[in-house]
């Protein structure tokens, strides 16, 4: 069996997008919610960009136990220490430097020749170990870069003591078929490839980042960067969910591939972010929309009720998608109450917990007609979750 790592960027490259900004506490909040959902890597920001971002790194790094906890680092040393200094209340710590190495970056962003950006990147890799073991080095527009420099920096980088290295589609240019080329391309020109994972990044500007993602996956990927909702810079990364769920309904396909995620928590991860970011997802967004299950044709109607599995593909249950029709109101008692928090996703709150949202719900209850799923997330998140 081959695990394939998710490193979750919705605290970074999502987060960069605009009207997705979160505060430190939102972003600890969100981190929280990944762990619970079994993401292997949260990078939570990029500790020198800003005071509010060193602290969210710090902040998530102190209350996050089961995931590593990443800062991103542009390939300096300043940008590196802050990062180290960040992530400190960890053991498990990833810094992720990265550097351009495309013609167009090198020469209009970075003014730098091949050479220089060469011996920056070993560098800061050999920099970062100073502070882990577990450096990801990403060469930044990766798709567009020159072959055979690409693979020289990547061997430089393994050489250094880089664990992950990272192929950025940064400007979503690339399709699948050639996605998965390169990452074979890249096993079978650099010879020390097998001493670290190839993670792939990819956005979403064709509309192709889950693909390009499956593609590299398919061809030797280790590792892949997402985001919950796909969200990120422009039109987004690929969406982390999407991935999961194709990995998980197609083993037929991946075959040994799998991960680690607890898919039942993917639909109270989505709600969590868009209540977070006052965000929504479209409708008809792949297994977090509100219509991703939801069968009106008749003639589906009619195939569905003789046999699930003639329009459906996989379970709303699986993907935690609450599966009852019960309609919450003024009527409604305390059970029926409970058991939509645990549809919801809420299985552990305290009784004391509990009866504090019930009597919020009954005095919303006496305003409304019904009570949405939405009004009892937002009743979460006032009561329990707002300091
Ligand atoms: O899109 C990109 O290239 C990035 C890198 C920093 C990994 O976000
Ligand atoms: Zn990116």
Redesign the pocket.
Known sequence: MRKLIIFD?TLR?GE?APGFSMTVEEKVRMAKQLENLGVDVIEAGFAAASKGDFEAVNEVAKEVKDSIVCSLARALHSDIEKAGEALAPTERKRIHTFIATSPIHMEYKLRMTPEQVLEKAVDAVKFARNFTDDVEFSAEDAVRSEREFLYKVLEAVIDAGAKTVNI?D?VGYSIPEEMGQLIADIINNVPNIDKAVISV?C?NDLGLAVANSLAAVKNGAGQV?ATINGI??RAG?AALEEVVMAIKVRKDYFKDVYTDINTKEIYKTSRLLCRLTGSFVQPNKAIVGDNAFAHEAGIHQHGLLAKRETYEIMKAEDVGVPSSKIVLGKHSGKHAFKTRLEELGYKNLTDTEIERLFVKFKELADKKKEVFDEDIEALIFDELFKS
């Open positions: 960027t490259d960069q950025p940064t990044h956005h960067h990120g810079e990364n």
